[in-house]
């Protein structure tokens, strides 16, 4: 038997262009006689369509699409993922998998298990299904035995997988939208080879790819045999259709990619769809001369390409002139263009307006909000003007601690490094270098500074930033406390500002641009934190 | 027997401050001897803590709290919500109730039925309980049983209702946290009435009052006779300890308010709420002379008080003489401080800046944005400097076609009308100005416009607001699909154009600052849409 597992990249909501895609992915498999092609979770209308699932000709249209591809099925059996309202309550929907063949659908599987932590919410939308996912099929003239399962079902005590496999099944089918998160590959590959050896069964998994608003899904999608050997694995990051014979015995096994490249590949296709999927060719990125915009620039040119990128210098009074030239090298490296406009005039415009409504003071908060302001309001000019996206530049380290202005340089539509620590910034600038030294030396070297005042460092407001990652880390990730996070070696008074810092600053990050989730626990749909809220870390 | 509903307003994660407030109530209530004193869901932390649910040391100290508060719980019987690990699962927590009699907590019960639907992400927190909920108890020699459950217990089926009422117990108890929207109060207590006619129990219901971010809870607890007879009824956006005596027939019962009332006090807890939640007494409001921004004055001067409130103008070249008058009578009709700035010399500054860079071309959008956010930055100036929040202006409406400038008009901390659709925003001006005529006539009578460009209406743009919000409702309130809504009686290619404009606007919204959510279907945790959406309306 041969089989197909696409790998492939859907855009939500559109259900046109993601039924052709589909049908291409059949005739490529069926042109080299493929008996089964398998896609991902909620194939036709991507995955996660969120509200617009309340919407019944939505659901409708889903359907109708399903049926269409149906109809062109023959010669072939086809799983495909889809919404559908329960057959008896229609106002309950479903998280589906359709089993196709010969031009009809022969088999439909509700998902049993319905994530509802970190990004998931699938209970808002679904109702657990009770089918048992067995269908018996003939392919050439031979009778085989499937078990068709949805993504979350194959994880955890994974109850359907237990049922399924004791039916004398060939193969389990599992079609999924599993997302990205650093360390996640390796470890969602061994949990899919110790339940096929923990069952005695087959299994063909088909991972959805692609990006989706903050999601990056990676694909690397396996078959792995009874023995929990891994047979073939789909590219980590691509789109592919993948053909395996089961009676041959070299199959492809893609390279896993080390830890930086996968990171650094995540950011790409997160960029690349978030652009294209919304209509968008063009970024504009303000150059500081600091890593973060280094890093998000070289993570620009690399997903959009060079002549889609126009870097912004906006120096001030307070910048040196190492950033200006670092800026404009880094511009030089990555062959973007630039336009720099010094901001003085418009400082000075602005402090000469309010003084005198002031009164006796003028913070000098008030003063540095107001530069960056200046800077977000000329970046998004360059970004209307053009019909280009402007990128902001925050990490998740700055974010944590409100280290940052809102609608200044945390103005744009997409914050490309977000969901990474200062430290992994450095880290993965490092990466980026070893393949092409485009970030300048002094870039790195220099310590980090947002100069908006004279001679201002990071480090004069905020700790190291090896130990404020230290402290994010263990309060964001681990959900220690104030006492747990002092005994891994750090000041308890420290510690408990970083805390009140990171709570007090929620309503910044509820107005942040979306970027990238990197990890199980970034800032938007992961972490979900009231902006009111008392808790004083010192009960 | 003398029971107390403790209606109070809780300050999420703030469990010191919260168990003084209990406290204070019991101690009342047992001055007047009271034997039974009922509090709202999840009491000691406040509804809904979200995330910090996640901290095990946030439900130690809630538990540590439930435990300090029945030690001084003697002579009287407590009903307290808390959120508790599972005793045998702890990764697992319920949402529970505590019943204490003589300083000890004498029966757990854990909510059974949890919602995940609007803004309830309750699945993601809590596991479904398993005790049935009663408790026999003595007061003053007699004994009494009782069946405790909590919020969505009580709706759509009520199978632990069923099953209380089943046990003769002589009160159901049920701890509420059930959020505001309008036509909601009306329809609650009718669903209370019929639960306990159909079951012949009496209950007594203790709803939260007060504002959370978005979310602001009415209160209009209850207590209601197994005929369904309403007997006591607590303020609606008040705090109050009800005291009822079993024994009297001359009960409590608040009077409803009125459509517009009601609406508008929601408005005003929410807004009061969120300042002082956290920490802020002062506001900043850009006045343009327009009907949006005179409600929001209106409302935080009600809320905050004059003294709290400075008003910015922020004429420009095309600003009407009009405008100006109309936003310097608001301003002294509501006593309330304002600054002038004209941003023209700021705007040519920024034309002379960007026209050498733009090209052949200076797109007419992206002048009327920057106009927008120098107010926007020259107000968050204010904000910053007096320790203030801005508030921003827009309506549903507005926000709904994206007819607003992100960092500009959409700058700030709160947003108190943003859910309440143009002409909401028109008729609660009327009522409030029946109670004292604060908004000036011309105001109200001119026709909307954002004074962008030389004598622009906000109808060059958009259909007018009668059209506008039908057409906006049947979409994000009723989930109607174009056809649907062309058939109520709009022409279907203004429809799709709205709808498309609803979809692409995602964006903005999702970096929208809070405000009250006044209807089942808010922006923010009611709606969720993806900003990458395919999806075009016309299949």
Redesign the interface.
Known sequence: MKIAIAQINL???????NQQLILENVRKAQAQSVDLIVFPELTVC?Y?????L?????ID?CL?SVKTIAEQCHDICVVIGFPRNHPNEPEKLHNSAAFIQNGKIKMIYDKHQLP??LVF?E??YFTKGSHDGIIEVEIKDENYKFGVNICEDIWNDAQIIVEQAKQNIDWLINISASPYAVDKIGSRIRMLQKRCKDNGANLVYCNNVG???ELVFDGTSVIINSDGKLLAQCETFQSQLLIFDTNDKNNEISERLDHQTELYQALLMSTR??FH??GFQRAIICLSGGIDSALTAVIAVDALGAENITGLLLPSKFSSKHSIEDALELAKNLNIKT?S?EIE??HS??EK??TP??GD???N??DE??QA??R???A???A??HNAILLSTGNKSESAVGYST??GDM?G?FAIIKDLFKQQVYELCEYRNTLLPVIPKSTVSKPPSAELRLDQKDSDSLPDYEILDDILKAYIHD?K?A??IAALGHDLLLVKKILKQVDRNE?KR?????GPRLTKMAFGKD??????????HN?
């Not at 996660?48 to 617009?52: F, G, Q, Y």
């Not at 309340?54 to 939505?58: C, G, I, V």
Request: hydrophobic content about 30%; proline content about 5%; overall charge negative.
């Open positions: 855009t939500v909501g559109h259900i046109k262009k991507g996660l369509p969120e509200d617009l309340y919407h019944q000709q939505f249209d109708d509802n932590y919410d209970h808002r990006g989706q608003d769809d978030y999927k919304n336009h406009i005039s418009l415009e602005f307006t309010l409504m002031m003071y003028f913070i908060l008030t909000n107001i302001r200046i977000g309001t000329l998004m000019a360059f209307n003007n809102l609608y103005a539509g959900f406390d006492e747990q309503y509820q107005q942040a641009a979306p972490r979900r934190m009231p902006i009111t809220n008392g808790y004083p009960y």
